[in-house]
């Protein structure tokens, strides 16, 4: 059974946010190298351009989805707890002005859903995370300088 079908079956009710963090669900992400389903918590707001918090993996078969759920919104309650789960990346080290490291490039292929549109999850088109990455920006940057300079 996929996540959205364990969510979307289930009678158990999924509020989406826990102080100021929203639990999001994503399956068969874009182009990804990495997770191919689980859920990612970011702060409150629109997740274009909010800041990522983790995300928490559920492809596993093995591990119950209600588990990686409950990972995923101990998270949401207590972003620190995100250093502390092998079953989860903490993003919260990305995407800052001071980061030492690049945004992996696969949170930028996550199509995401709030877990409290899981049952219209067809009417609305999913949301595509677009954090800051001071890296990503310095390139895009060179780019738009390499086209403006002429070429002598």
Known sequence: MSIAQHLMASTVSYPSQAAERTVWYFEDSVGAQRP???FLVAESGPIESARLVAVVFA???SRPVGRDLSIARRIAKDPAYAGRSA???DLRRYGRPTSEFQMPG????????PLNMMNERL????KHP???CKFRFASMLRQVAKH???AA
Request: glycine share 12%.
């Open 36 to 38: 191919a389903a689980g």
């Open 59 to 61: 492809d596993d078969p």
């Open 87 to 89: 079953y989860c990346v």
């Open 106 to 113: 696969w949170v930028y292929g996550l199509s995401c859903h």
């Open 123 to 126: 009417k609305g088109m999913p």
């Open 130 to 132: 677009n954090p800051f």
């Open 148 to 150: 403006l300079v002429p």
